[in-house]
C-alpha cells in the first residue's frame, strides 16, 4: 500500500510540474503560434509535427524535444486557427511612408518601381548563394575563427541578433548597415510586438526609429536564454528547425563605408563618446578633446576614414571589447556556418530579394517592404574612399573580413590590393 501511494504521489507531482511548465511556455513564448510554417516548412498533416513524418521514429528526440514536440502537435489545429482570425485584422499599409526622423529626411527615399526578377530567376539565385555559404562552411581548407565550433558552442550574448516572429514562423539575423530598420520594421509589423495606441502597427515606415532599435521591442535568442537558461537551448533548436530563417549581407567595404559615414559624419553623441575620442587621440594626436559632439564638429575634429581602418586594424581593438555591431564581422553576427538559412539577400539586390521573400513567407498581402534610399552608399565608391589608405593597410583589412566576402560570394576587391 505504501508503494502504490507513493507511485499515485509521485504521478501527481509529475503532472503538476508538467502543467505549470505548460502554462509558463505558453504564457511567455507566444506558442499559440509556435508551428505556423511557410512556404518553406514541409508539409504534414494536423497531427503531425511539421518536419516529422507520421508516425516516425519519436525515439529519435531527445527526452525535451520529444515532449515539446509531442505538447505542440495536440495544438496545432488551434494554433493555426487563431493565427488565421489574427492575421485577418492586419491590412496592407499605405503606399507612402510618413518622415519624421532627420537622418531619414536627408537621404530620402526611393519610391521609384523596379522590375523584379521572375521567381525562377530568384529561386536559382537562393540556390547558389546557399550552395556557396555551404562549401565554404565544409571546405576544411578555409579557415577562419569560430568556424568549427557548433551551435551550443555560441555563447548566450552572441544570439541577441537573431530575432524571432512565433506568428509566422520566422527567425531574422539582422546586420547592421544592411537595410536592417526596415526588416526590424516589418518583423514588428508581422510579431504584432509593439502597439500605437493600443493597435499594432500595420505600416513599417509608421514605427518611430527610436522603437525599431530598442532591445525591449523584439524576441531575441538572447532572451530566451536569459529566460529559460539552458532549457532554452532545446527550444531554440526546435525553432531552428522548423522556422524560416533569413539574413541580408553586403559587400564587406561598402559595409564600413557606410558604418563610417552614418557613425561619424552625422553628429551621433553616443559614437563620438565611445568611440571617435579614443580614434582622434590614438591615431591624430589630439588632446583636451571637447566631450560633446557638436563642439567637436564645430572646431572641425572629425574622425577620418584613416583613423577608423586603424582602429579595426588595431590589435588593442578587439582585446578592449568585440567590434561594435556596425562593423562587426556577418560570420560573428548571424553564425551562418552554425545556422542553415533559408534565404539569403542581399543589399545590392534588396528590391527584388525583399519582394521575392515577403511572397515566400506568404505575408505580401499583409505589408510591403518600405523602398531603398536614394543615395545609398555604392560598391562605385570604394575607391575614392581607400585611395588613401595604403596598401598595407588594406590588405590586413581584407583579411580581417575575408570570411564575409568567400562565404557570401562577393568577389575580392583586386583593385584595392595590389598596386
Known amino acids: 500500500?505504501?508503494?502504490?501511494?507513493?507511485?499515485?504521489?509521485?504521478?501527481?507531482?509529475?503532472?503538476?510540474?508538467?502543467?505549470?511548465?505548460?502554462?509558463?511556455?505558453?504564457d511567455n513564448v507566444g506558442t499559440a503560434h509556435f508551428y505556423l510554417h511557410t512556404s518553406f516548412s514541409r508539409p504534414h498533416s494536423p497531427e503531425?509535427?511539421?518536419?516529422?513524418?507520421?508516425g516516425g521514429d519519436w525515439e529519435a528526440l531527445p527526452?525535451?524535444?520529444?515532449f515539446l514536440a509531442k505538447l505542440l502537435s495536440s495544438n496545432l489545429k488551434q494554433n493555426s486557427s487563431t493565427s488565421r482570425k489574427t492575421e485577418q485584422l492586419l491590412v496592407q499599409g499605405s503606399n507612402k511612408p510618413v518622415v519624421s526622423n532627420l537622418e531619414e529626411n536627408i537621404r530620402g527615399y526611393d519610391w521609384s518601381t523596379h522590375n523584379a526578377r521572375n521567381s525562377l530567376d530568384q529561386e536559382k539565385l537562393q540556390i547558389?548563394?546557399?550552395?556557396?555559404?555551404?562549401?565554404?562552411?565544409?571546405?576544411?581548407?578555409?579557415?577562419?575563427?569560430?568556424?568549427?565550433?557548433?551551435?551550443?558552442?555560441?555563447?548566450n550574448y552572441e544570439l541577441n541578433h537573431l530575432i524571432v516572429d512565433d506568428r509566422h514562423g520566422i527567425i531574422y539575423c539582422y546586420v547592421p548597415k544592411v537595410a536592417c530598420t526596415n526588416w526590424k520594421r516589418?518583423?514588428?509589423?508581422?510579431?504584432?510586438?509593439l502597439l500605437d495606441q493600443g493597435v499594432p502597427y500595420r505600416n513599417p515606415l509608421d514605427i518611430p526609429r527610436e522603437h525599431v532599435h530598442n532591445t525591449s521591442t523584439h524576441l531575441t535568442f538572447n532572451k530566451f536564454w536569459r529566460r529559460y537558461g539552458k532549457f532554452s537551448r532545446h527550444l531554440m533548436k526546435i525553432k531552428l528547425k522548423k522556422y524560416t530563417k533569413f539574413l541580408f549581407v553586403?559587400?564587406?567595404?561598402?559595409?564600413?563605408?557606410?558604418?563610417?559615414?552614418?557613425k561619424f559624419e552625422l553628429e551621433n553623441e553616443e559614437f563620438y563618446r565611445r568611440f571617435a575620442i579614443p580614434m582622434l587621440k590614438l591615431y591624430s594626436n589630439h588632446t583636451n578633446l571637447p566631450t560633446s559632439v557638436s563642439e567637436a564638429f564645430g572646431a572641425g575634429l572629425r574622425v577620418s576614414f584613416s583613423d577608423f581602418i586603424q582602429y579595426l586594424l588595431d590589435p588593442r581593438t578587439e582585446k578592449m571589447a568585440p567590434f561594435n555591431e556596425h562593423w562587426r564581422q556577418v560570420y560573428r553576427l548571424c553564425h551562418p556556418c552554425q545556422i542553415d538559412y533559408d534565404f539569403i539577400g542581399k543589399l545590392e539586390t534588396l528590391d527584388e530579394d525583399a519582394a521575392y521573400l515577403l511572397q515566400l513567407l506568404k505575408v505580401d498581402r499583409l505589408l510591403r517592404?518600405?523602398?531603398?534610399?536614394?543615395?545609398?552608399?555604392?560598391?562605385?565608391?570604394?575607391d575614392d574612399w581607400f585611395a588613401k589608405i595604403p596598401l598595407a593597410w588594406r590588405q590586413q583589412l581584407y583579411k580581417l573580413y575575408e570570411a564575409d566576402f568567400v562565404l557570401f560570394g562577393y568577389p575580392k576587391p583586386e583593385n584595392l590590393l595590389k598596386d
Open 1 to 26: 500500500m505504501t508503494k502504490a501511494r507513493l507511485l499515485r504521489l509521485s504521478v501527481v507531482l509529475v503532472s503538476i510540474f508538467m502543467i505549470l511548465l505548460i502554462i509558463v511556455y505558453w
Open 128 to 155: 547558389e548563394r546557399q550552395r556557396t555559404l555551404r562549401e565554404f562552411c565544409a571546405n576544411s581548407s578555409f579557415a577562419f575563427p569560430t568556424k568549427e565550433r557548433s551551435f551550443d558552442d555560441i555563447p
Open 48 to 54: 503531425a509535427i511539421p518536419g516529422i513524418a507520421a
Open 369 to 382: 517592404f518600405p523602398p531603398s534610399y536614394r543615395n545609398r552608399t555604392a560598391s562605385s565608391w570604394e
Open 186 to 193: 516589418v518583423m514588428i509589423v508581422l510579431s504584432e510586438s
Open 63 to 66: 527526452e525535451v524535444d520529444e
Open 250 to 262: 553586403r559587400d564587406p567595404f561598402v559595409r564600413l563605408i557606410s558604418a563610417f559615414r552614418s
